[in-house]
């Protein structure tokens, strides 16, 4: 039993010393506000479940950039898939050349992380590639994708409030 340990071990080391390809990772940490909220810090009441407009728009937003739609709308900007099936990268760690939409989905996901703390209400999102300024090429496509989102979901819900409020004034004056 302790020389297939031993064996093992060897092995990994031989892997991720003369094969495996590099990876290059890039991080970035934002907030999501809404600029006119009169939010109220609400830290005693959050441990009961009340949550701030900008804490349901970070868990929204974190929920986007995991996506399938976040994957797809980065393959648009990058050809992040065809990144990810380079024959020059190892066999092990890329992305199979005939790989299906759910195959390039589930890899998306384990090379761009997303993490929200609750208590800061930040958004930390960690992105993987095979060369040093390709993940900075990402994060900054997914910053870019991810402002669109969640400015036009801002826009769409005060729309919705302003045409419900519309409908308000319109019954009261019948």
């Given at each position: 039993?302790?020389?297939?340990?031993?064996?093992?071990?060897?092995?990994?080391?031989?892997?991720?010393?003369?094969?495996?390809?590099?990876?290059?990772?890039?991080?970035?940490?934002?907030?999501?506000k809404q600029?006119?909220?009169?939010?109220?810090?609400?830290?005693?009441?959050?441990?009961?479940?009340?949550?701030?407009?900008?804490?349901?728009?970070?868990?929204?937003?974190?929920?986007?950039?995991?996506?399938?739609?976040?994957?797809?709308?980065?393959?648009?900007?990058?050809?992040?898939?065809?990144?990810?099936?380079?024959?020059?990268?190892?066999?092990?760690?890329?992305?199979?050349y005939n790989?299906?939409?759910?195959?390039?989905?589930?890899?998306?996901?384990d090379r761009?992380?997303?993490?929200?703390?609750?208590?800061?209400?930040?958004?930390?999102?960690?992105?993987?590639?095979?060369?040093?300024?390709?993940?900075?090429?990402?994060?900054?496509?997914?910053?870019?994708?991810?402002?669109?989102?969640?400015?036009?979901?801002?826009?769409?819900?005060?729309?919705?409030?302003?045409?419900?409020?519309?409908?308000?004034?319109?019954?009261?004056?019948?």
């Amino acid at each position: 039993a302790f020389i297939l340990v031993i064996i093992a071990s060897l092995l990994v080391v031989l892997y991720y010393s003369v094969i495996a390809s590099p990876r290059y990772v890039s991080q970035m940490q934002f907030v999501v506000k809404q600029a006119s909220s009169g939010e109220i810090g609400l830290a005693g009441l959050a441990s009961f479940g009340a949550t701030t407009p900008s804490m349901r728009d970070a868990l929204i937003l974190k929920e986007y950039i995991g996506s399938r739609e976040m994957a797809h709308a980065l393959n648009e900007k990058l050809a992040i898939k065809s990144h990810f099936e380079n024959e020059q990268w190892d066999w092990f760690s890329r992305l199979s050349y005939n790989s299906t939409s759910e195959d390039f989905i589930v890899y998306f996901k384990d090379r761009v992380l997303v993490k929200h703390d609750e208590l800061s209400e930040i958004l930390s999102v960690e992105i993987q590639s095979y060369q040093e300024n390709y993940s900075l090429d990402m994060a900054e496509a997914l910053m870019e994708v991810s402002d669109n989102f969640i400015n036009n979901l801002g826009e769409s819900m005060a729309n919705q409030q302003l045409a419900y409020a519309q409908k308000d004034v319109d019954r009261a004056f019948k």
